[in-house]
């Protein structure tokens, strides 16, 4: 089973495309697709609103979480960075 995916234009969010042709930021309402034309043509919308979404893609789910080959990397994409804050905080500097 497969669902599209791409990056909001305006803030970057991943966002899936859902079965009313909108874009959600929740995995949950994205379409379902099991059918490879359909599919491809659902990608071919989602490539004409560069407007909205950037870059969308097909990716493997399964039930409601990515899977296939790049189930890791997409994970990484749904709940965000790994590694912390990246926020950096100057310590060095004395008190005048």
Do not use: F, H
């Not at 950037?54 to 790994?82: F, H, S």
């Amino acid at each position: 089973m497969k669902t599209i995916t791409a990056n909001r234009l305006t803030d970057g969010r991943v966002i899936y495309r859902t079965a009313e042709g909108e874009w959600t930021e929740e995995l949950a309402r994205a379409e379902r697709l099991t059918d490879d034309a359909v599919a491809e043509a659902r990608l071919a919308q989602a490539e004409a609103e560069p407007a909205i979404a950037v870059g969308p893609y097909l990716i493997e789910i399964e039930a409601d979480a990515p899977g296939g080959q790049k189930w890791r990397r997409e994970g990484i994409r749904l709940t965000g960075p790994t590694t912390g804050s990246t926020k950096v905080t100057n310590t060095s500097r004395k008190a005048a």
